[in-house]
């Protein structure tokens, strides 16, 4: 394989970042290489913000000492680094709530990163970069693979404050130098124009998806001034691929790039792992064993038909075998163990909580209703 740490995939929503990070990340085990697919919601996000509390060192202690009380519990949540912290605020919700303090967790809301101004937010991200570079290079031996977080994240971000292109330009450059001692790689995906890639994400995810997005960011400063609706939301996407293309032009590294419009996806595989070096190995002869399974405590049921299962949102998801008793989950960073009449999820984890690593999922034995 070629000499990466980092492997990277970019593109437009509807591009197939996901997926195709999910089939590298397969193919890589199955080559025998170590490897970890961080997902553009993993939970917590080694690089990005998702339900993220954001202090300075300063802010950590004045707030441990306004809520004494939960000191310990946010002690072993935090995540401390050069000059910020992080405390990941669904851990908190799930398991802590109720020891720390309805007050303490709306207080600790209030330091949301994802609302911090521009300035707040670059210092922050860039010792989160730093520090997953750091941590990355103690594992010399383990790869990689992330989506929709060197450009995708940055761009929102910037565009939402309706900064200047060279603006962020400049930001990805600090990160890019954070990570080139990772040898990262980049995968641009994209089809030959925005609009194709607009049409095919109003026609995959229906128009109330367009309007679902921009009424949910709909107070950013890109939006003030523009008509409502998911008319300026693709005006949004069309001012996002612009900037995507150009960083991807500027981006000084090992790149390649894919257009995806014929929809050629065996074709466009192999194409990753020529650039990649390895081989297509193909699914193990493998089934899982169908049936209802739940976890009762919680109420998440999964129902298992070969190689497909509804998982507890309801989503119909494929499976791909990794053993005889091991299934990756399509689009998602999860395994389903089977063993024993149940369910264990093993992988890694993301913001939908019936992920969770080590959560037993127990077959469900039905009674026929007689006649």
Same mark, same amino acid.
């Given at each position: 394989?070629?000499?990466?740490?980092?492997?990277?995939?970019?593109?437009?929503?509807?591009?197939?970042?996901?997926?195709?990070?999910?089939?590298?990340?397969?193919?890589?085990?199955?080559? +025998?290489?170590?490897?970890?697919?961080?997902?553009?919601v993993a939970m917590p996000h080694p690089v990005?913000?998702?339900? +993220?509390?954001?202090?300075?060192?300063?802010?950590?202690?004045?707030?441990?000492?306004?809520?004494?009380?939960?000191?310990?519990?946010?002690?072993?949540?935090?995540?401390?680094?050069?000059?910020?912290?992080?405390?990941?605020?669904?851990?908190?919700?799930?398991?802590?709530?109720?020891?720390?303090?309805?007050? *303490?967790?709306?207080?600790?809301?209030?330091?949301?990163?994802?609302?911090?101004?521009?300035?707040?937010?670059?210092?922050?991200?860039?010792?989160?970069?730093?520090?997953?570079?750091?941590?990355?290079?103690?594992?010399?031996?383990?790869?990689?693979?992330?989506?929709?977080?060197?450009?995708?994240?940055?761009?929102?971000? @910037?565009?939402?404050?309706?900064?200047?292109? +060279?603006?962020?330009?400049? @930001?990805?450059?600090?990160?890019?130098?954070?990570?080139?001692?990772?040898?990262?790689?980049?995968?641009?995906?994209? /089809?030959?124009?925005?609009?194709?890639?607009?049409?095919?994400?109003?026609?995959?995810?229906? *128009?109330?998806?367009?309007?679902?997005?921009?009424?949910?960011?709909? *107070?950013?400063?890109?939006?003030?001034?523009k008509a409502p609706g998911a008319k300026? @939301?693709?005006?949004?996407?069309?001012?996002?691929?612009?900037?995507?293309?150009?960083?991807?032009?500027?981006?000084?590294?090992?790149?390649?790039?894919?257009?995806?419009?014929?929809?050629?996806?065996?074709?466009?595989?192999?194409?990753?792992?020529?650039?990649?070096?390895?081989?297509?190995?193909?699914?193990?002869?493998?089934?899982?064993?169908?049936?209802?399974?739940?976890?009762?405590?919680?109420?998440?049921?999964?129902?298992?038909?070969?190689?497909? @299962?509804?998982?507890?949102?309801?989503?119909? /998801?494929?499976?791909?075998?990794?053993?005889?008793?091991?299934?990756?989950?399509?689009?998602?960073?999860?395994?389903?163990?089977?063993?024993?009449?149940?369910?264990?999820?093993?992988?890694?984890?993301?913001? +939908?909580?019936?992920?969770?690593?080590?959560?037993?999922?127990?077959?469900?034995?039905?009674?026929?209703?007689?006649?």
């Open positions: 394989m070629i000499d990466t740490q980092l492997i990277m995939l970019e593109g437009l929503p509807s591009t197939g970042k996901t997926t195709n990070a999910r089939f590298i990340h397969i193919q890589l085990e199955r080559n +025998e290489i170590n490897a970890k697919w961080i997902h553009e990005l913000f998702f339900d +993220e509390a954001g202090f300075t060192h300063d802010e950590y202690d004045k707030f441990i000492k306004a809520y004494p009380a939960a000191a310990d519990i946010l002690n072993n949540a935090a995540v401390f680094r050069e000059s910020t912290v992080g405390i990941h605020l669904p851990e908190i919700e799930w398991h802590s709530i109720d020891e720390i303090g309805e007050e *303490a967790y709306q207080a600790l809301l209030k330091y949301d990163v994802w609302n911090f101004p521009l300035e707040k937010y670059k210092i922050f991200a860039l010792e989160k970069w730093a520090q997953f570079a750091e941590k990355a290079l103690k594992k010399r031996d383990e790869i990689y693979i992330i989506d929709s977080a060197i450009f995708q994240f940055q761009i929102f971000t @910037f565009l939402f404050k309706n900064r200047p292109y +060279e603006e962020l330009q400049k @930001f990805i450059g600090w990160i890019i130098d954070i990570i080139l001692p990772l040898n990262p790689c980049l995968i641009y995906l994209y /089809r030959d124009s925005a609009e194709a890639t607009i049409d095919y994400l109003e026609k995959d995810r229906g *128009a109330s998806y367009l309007d679902y997005i921009w009424n949910r960011d709909k *107070a950013q400063p890109y939006y003030i001034g300026s @939301f693709k005006q949004f996407l069309r001012d996002y691929a612009s900037m995507a293309d150009m960083l991807f032009e500027s981006f000084d590294a090992n790149k390649l790039s894919l257009d995806i419009s014929d929809g050629n996806w065996i074709c466009h595989e192999d194409e990753m792992l020529s650039f990649l070096d390895i081989n297509r190995i193909p699914n193990p002869d493998a089934l899982p064993q169908d049936g209802v399974y739940a976890n009762e405590a919680l109420g998440y049921v999964i129902k298992v038909d070969g190689l497909s @299962f509804i998982d507890p949102t309801g989503q119909t /998801r494929k499976l791909h075998p990794k053993s005889q008793n091991e299934f990756y989950v399509d689009w998602l960073p999860t395994v389903l163990q089977f063993e024993d009449e149940k369910i264990i999820i093993s992988g890694s984890q993301i913001s +939908e909580r019936w992920t969770t690593t080590g959560m037993v999922y127990k077959k469900m034995i039905t009674i026929p209703i007689p006649q």
